[in-house]
T-cell receptor
């Protein structure tokens, strides 16, 4: 049973618009969340993270929102650019010093020029 | 920047062969990991290692073993390859002393078992 789920396998948006990628989790012990981006033929690279003591973290065009009561987080990309086209993985762990990351299935984002 | 290098980008093996996937990191990280990536399933942890000669099973260790004789190198071994082990294999490393659970990944090895 997947503890971290990304229910949308793909998402297509127009350049300049907002991209919203969603992630749900079931384990209430998760308290640290990360987003990774993966281009074809490359390994995933860290994008942004959030601790459960916050409900929002922003880094440039990327913002992650956390709704603990709903066990839901989302990644917003504004404005979207063609170079953002990649697969995005949501991941969660119990504590930010833990060694185990549980990943979601990924969402393929396509940003059209 | 951390560099995690996986020895092969593509591998084609036959059913029953013993397969070695090699991974080397250059940042003296204590923790290393092996994941496999399959469509719709995301990344699933096979094995990880806290330090040299230490290993722990992940979520899907069956059919795999690992070796960590030196800090910088973590090998994944498929004892007898099967077609259901066709997948993208990703190695990662982490500095446990660094805040956050941020992993650094290699570029991956696409393994096909025929």
């Amino acid at each position: 049973d997947q503890q971290v789920k990304q229910n949308s396998p793909s998402l297509s948006v127009q350049e300049g618009r907002i991209s919203i990628l969603n992630c749900d989790y079931t384990n209430s012990m998760f308290d640290y969340f990360l987003w990774y981006k993966k281009y074809p033929a490359e390994g995933p690279t860290f994008l942004i993270s959030i601790s459960s003591i916050k409900d929002k973290n922003e880094d440039g065009r990327f913002t992650v929102f956390l709704n603990k009561s709903a066990k839901h987080l989302s990644l917003h990309i504004v404005p979207s650019q063609p170079g953002d086209s990649a697969v995005y993985f949501c991941a969660a762990s119990e504590g930010n010093a833990g060694n185990m990351l549980t990943f979601g299935g990924g969402t393929r984002l396509m940003v059209k020029p | 920047d951390v560099k995690v290098t996986q020895s092969s980008r593509y591998l084609v093996k036959r059913t029953g062969e013993k397969v070695f996937l090699e991974c080397v990191q250059d940042m003296d990280h204590e923790n290393m990991f092996w994941y496999r990536q399959d469509p719709g399933l995301g990344l699933r942890l096979i094995y990880f290692s806290y330090d040299v000669k230490m290993k722990e099973k992940g979520d899907i260790p069956e059919g795999y073993s690992v070796s960590r004789e030196k800090k910088e190198r973590f090998s994944l071994i498929l004892e007898s390859a099967s077609t259901n082990q066709t997948s993208m294999y990703l190695c990662a490393s982490r500095d446990p002393g660094h805040p956050g659970v941020k992993l650094f990944f290699g570029s991956g090895t696409q393994l096909s078992v025929l």
